[in-house]
Nanobody, 124 residues
Framework: QVQLVESGGGLVQAGGSLRLSCAAS????????MGWFRQGPGKEREFVAA????????RYADAVKGRFTISRDNAKNTVYLQMNSLKPEDTAVYSC?????????????????WGQGTQVTVSS
């Protein structure tokens, strides 16, 4: 069983930056694909970014490509989401998630473990 705890959310002005962290425990972190998802007010949860076991492969939603960067530190059992050039439409609860298996099975769906989420609010 993997436990995930996010941190780093907050209130930021449009154009600003935040870095989210997700600390994992209870599993072998380096064998999990890690992802970030978000759910804005009145919206469905959506995929944001994912990273492979070693960090060599990443994938991003079109809405965040070029602005957000996902990374991981397997020695610290932590995955990060660096968010730059934030927009009001990025306002959401951001959650990290973990899934075992191959990157080639697809990194967007079928995550097994989820954190509680951290609120990100971008003011205009």
């Amino acid at each position: 069983q993997v436990q995930l705890v996010e941190s780093g959310g907050g209130l930021v002005q449009a154009g600003g930056s935040l870095r989210l962290s997700c600390a994992a425990s209870g599993g072998t972190f380096s064998t999990y694909i890690m992802g970030w998802f978000r759910q804005g007010p009145g919206k469905e949860r959506e995929f944001v970014a994912a990273i492979s076991w070693t960090g060599v492969s990443t994938r991003y939603a079109d809405a965040v490509k070029g602005r957000f960067t996902i990374s991981r530190d397997n020695a610290k059992n932590t995955v990060y989401l660096q968010m730059n050039s934030l927009k009001p439409e990025d306002t959401a609860v951001y959650s990290c998630a973990a899934k075992p298996g191959s990157w080639y099975d697809g990194p967007v769906h079928s995550y097994s473990y989820w954190g509680q989420g951290t609120q990100v609010t971008v003011s205009s």
